[in-house]
């Protein structure tokens, strides 16, 4: 289930479970938007991207889903396995701004 | 193809020392960008920096923080007179030039701890 402590908001799946991360982003002029996983100690991983004229793509197990409507993103992990576990962040930005915008950032922690 | 490097990945100071954090970006990108990241936070952007000028630094502090980006070499950035304020994670990114709009890797961090 998901779970708000005093810093990160946490969801905890099983393995093999898929996992739905979501994200509220702010601009509505924003038309890029990129999922990044970070593992502890390291620096932000590119995983997904999608630009504001699609509603969805998909790459090898997740998929990104893009409401501008409600300005909402959610990253879809298919089979999450304990490998996934690390804190995800999605970010935003519009062309020619060149600096991304990142949200606060999800915990995922997969159980065996 | 080596990706973006950071260093000292660690960085111990005691307040009122300088801290200088190095980023050599990926070969054949020519913009830099630097984060800070508090812990349990997001990242929050510092400055954007192409060789020899300073784009956008509107995400950094107007005293003490200075960085460059010369011709040769890595992209510097310099903290003087660090606070405890200041410990955090400092992010390195950079983008190749003429690809599409920011498509930006990663380094692996420098850990600034100011005592």
């Known amino acids: 289930g998901e779970s708000v402590g005093l810093h990160l908001p946490t969801l905890s799946v099983q393995e093999g479970d898929n996992s739905i991360i979501n994200c509220a982003y702010s601009n509505s002029a924003s038309d890029y938007f990129i999922w990044y996983k970070q593992e502890s100690g390291k620096g932000p991983q590119f995983i997904i991207d999608i630009r504001s004229n699609m509603d969805k793509r998909q790459g090898q197990r997740v998929t990104v889903l893009l409401n501008k409507t409600v300005k909402h993103l959610s990253l879809q992990i298919a089979a999450t396995q304990p490998g996934d576990s690390a804190v995800y962040f999605c970010?935003?930005?519009?062309?020619?701004?060149?600096?991304?915008?990142f949200g606060a950032g999800t915990r995922l922690a997969v159980h065996p | 193809n080596a990706g973006v490097m950071q260093n000292p990945r660690h960085l111990v100071r005691r307040r009122g020392q300088e801290a200088r954090l190095r980023c050599s970006p990926m070969k054949g990108h020519s913009h830099v960008y630097w984060y800070r990241q508090l812990p349990e936070e997001g990242l929050k952007f510092m400055v954007y920096?192409?060789?020899?000028?300073?784009?956008?630094e509107s995400g950094m502090p107007k005293e003490r923080f200075s960085a460059e980006f010369p011709k040769e070499g890595p992209s510097i950035l310099r903290i003087q007179q660090v606070v405890r304020g200041d410990s955090a994670a400092y992010f390195c990114?950079?983008?190749?030039?003429?690809?599409?709009?920011?498509?930006?890797?990663f380094g692996p961090g420098t850990r600034l701890t100011v005592l």
């Open positions: 920096l192409q060789k020899e000028n300073i784009i956008d």
């Open positions: 990114a950079s983008s190749p030039t003429g690809s599409r709009n920011n498509e930006q890797f």
């Open positions: 970010a935003e930005t519009y062309s020619g701004y060149n600096k991304l915008i």
